[in-house]
T-cell receptor
Framework: DAGVIQSPRHEVTEMGQEVTLRCKPISGHDYLFWYRQTMMRGLELLIYFNNNVPIDDSGMPEDRFSAKMPNASFSTLKIQPSEPRDSAVYFC???????????FGPGTRLTVT | AQKVTQAQTEISVVEKEDVTLDCVYETRDTTYYLFWYKQPPSGELVFLIRRNSFDEQNEISGRYSWNFQKSTSSFNFTITASQVVDSAVYFCALSEEGSNQFYFGTGTSLTVIP
């Protein structure tokens, strides 16, 4: 079975550019989570969806970040405009039940110069 | 307040030694779940185990074992006869049935020296 798929795996962009990260959850999973991991702050939950509906976006840093889930098999996390402090590894995870284990994608390593 | 505390930031052991990673959690929910994840140097997060709050039985899987004690709010992870491939950052996590919130600890970096 395919796991969670994320693209791109690496992204290098210049400050001010728009960045779009993509995620395909495991088929049949109703929950999708976006995390950011940095050395300073560890793993932070940015937003999560249930049945394609955003449930909690309190972790989204600011208005420059937005996330969508147009259907059960696809989600995007967009940063516009990007800043150097957004440099991090962004993980997408999915779960069949909200409180159960989450399965993580390989992550997208974002570098903003 | 931290929901999940992993007091050990870094641990180094020599290959074949046993090592225990500590995890202490805090919750008022009666139904909750505890997890361990492994993050090897390659960066992916690998799910290892889920434990339900109503099941305090210890679990063993090969060289891995987990000790869940509600009385001390701990869910410790022991690796027996450690190997170099066990070198990774290990995260303990908690989720609460009522809120679907998932809380990760800060991780313990384990280095197994050959």
């Amino acid at each position: 079975d395919a796991g969670v798929i994320q693209s791109p795996r690496h992204e290098v962009t210049e400050m001010g550019q728009e960045v779009t990260l993509r995620c395909k959850p495991i088929s049949g999973h109703d929950y999708l989570f976006w995390y950011r991991q940095t050395m300073m702050r560890g793993l932070e939950l940015l937003i999560y969806f249930n049945n394609n509906v955003p449930i909690d976006d309190s972790g989204m840093p600011e208005d420059r970040f937005s996330a969508k889930m147009p259907n059960a098999s696809f989600s995007t996390l967009k940063i516009q405009p990007s800043e150097p402090r957004d440099s991090a590894v962004y993980f997408c995870a999915s779960s069949g039940r909200g409180a159960y284990e989450q399965y993580f994608g390989p992550g997208t390593r974002l570098t903003v110069t | 307040a931290q929901k999940v505390t992993q007091a050990q930031t870094e641990i180094s052991v020599v290959e074949k030694e046993d090592v225990t990673l500590d995890c202490v959690y805090e919750t008022r929910d009666t139904t909750y779940y505890l997890f361990w994840y492994k993050q090897p140097p390659s960066g992916e997060l690998v799910f290892l185990i889920r434990r339900n709050s109503f099941d305090e039985q210890n679990e063993i899987s090969g060289r891995y074992s987990w000790n869940f004690q509600k009385s001390t709010s701990s869910f410790n992870f022991t690796i027996t006869a450690s190997q170099v491939v066990d070198s990774a950052v290990y995260f303990c996590a908690l989720s609460e049935e009522g809120s679907n919130q998932f809380y990760f600890g800060t991780g313990t970096s384990l280095t197994v020296i050959p």
